[in-house]
């Protein structure tokens, strides 16, 4: 059973950074973060395929500011954010799922408990 742990949230200002970490306990081909901003459904950010790590972004907006990557002698995932503003803030969730299609964000069904990020 794959567990997932993230940390790295906290509160910043507009136009700062943070970097989150997804330790994952076992192996998946595919691990994503997800976001849940007030107002609006949970929705993933990007994922990133193991081994040969292709990544995926829900848009070209978060691909301009967020960048995922891992350390697989680490087991952890990264989301690094820049230039973070208010439309930012909230719950940051690791997911993965037992398939291979690293982009499809309906398959994620095993998650973290979430890290919070504010930005202010």
């Known amino acids: 059973h794959v567990q997932l742990v993230e940390s790295g949230g906290g509160s910043v200002q507009a136009g700062g950074s943070l970097k989150l970490s997804c330790a994952v306990s076992?192996?998946?081909?595919?691990v994503a973060w997800f976001r849940h901003v007030p107002g609006r459904a949970r929705e993933g950010v990007a994922s990133?395929?193991?081994?040969?790590?292709?990544?995926?972004y829900r848009d070209d907006s978060l691909k301009g500011r967020f960048t995922i990557s891992r350390d697989s002698g680490k087991k952890t995932v990264y989301l690094e954010m820049y230039g973070l503003g208010p439309g930012d803030t909230g719950m940051y969730y690791c997911a993965t799922h037992s398939g291979t299609l690293c982009s499809d964000w309906t398959r994620y069904n095993t998650w973290g408990q979430g890290t919070q990020v504010t930005v202010s």
């Open positions: 990133i395929s193991s081994p040969v790590g292709s990544t995926y």
């Open positions: 076992g192996y998946r081909h595919c």
